[in-house]
């Protein structure tokens, strides 16, 4: 069975930091990328972040850029996005997503596998 497994997320102050995780199971994480991407109240969906299946290449959106970092442990089969600098505008639900291909798809279609996603809540 499938699962990318979302953690890491609560609530935080603007200026704080955060670490998301997300755990693979069922597939074989190292032959993919791997993605975050993120809906705000009210906002359509946005591609965050994305790193190549051997942690070589990184892409991320304009406005996270400079304060959000993305890795992978292949070892543990797991992603992480660690969040600094965190800005009201960050607050959303994040999801991760796994896909052979690199692609910036804000659709869950695009995606061979989806997670469930976790909030962030970024607000004194």
């Known amino acids: 069975q499938v699962q990318l497994v979302e953690s890491g997320g609560g609530l935080v102050q603007p200026g704080g930091s955060l670490r998301l995780s997300c755990a693979a199971s069922?597939?074989?994480?190292?032959?993919?990328?791997m993605y975050w991407v993120r809906q705000a109240p009210g906002k359509e969906r946005e591609f965050v972040a994305r790193i190549s299946w051997n942690g070589n290449s990184t892409d991320y959106v304009d406005s996270v850029k400079g304060r959000f970092t993305l890795s992978r442990d292949n070892a543990k089969n797991t992603v992480y996005l660690q969040m600094d600098s965190l800005k009201p505008e960050d607050t959303a639900v994040y999801y991760c997503a796994a896909s052979k291909l690199a692609r910036r798809s804000t659709r869950p279609q695009s995606y061979n596998y989806w997670g469930q996603g976790t909030q962030v809540t970024v607000s004194s």
């Open positions: 069922g597939f074989y994480f190292s032959g993919y990328w």
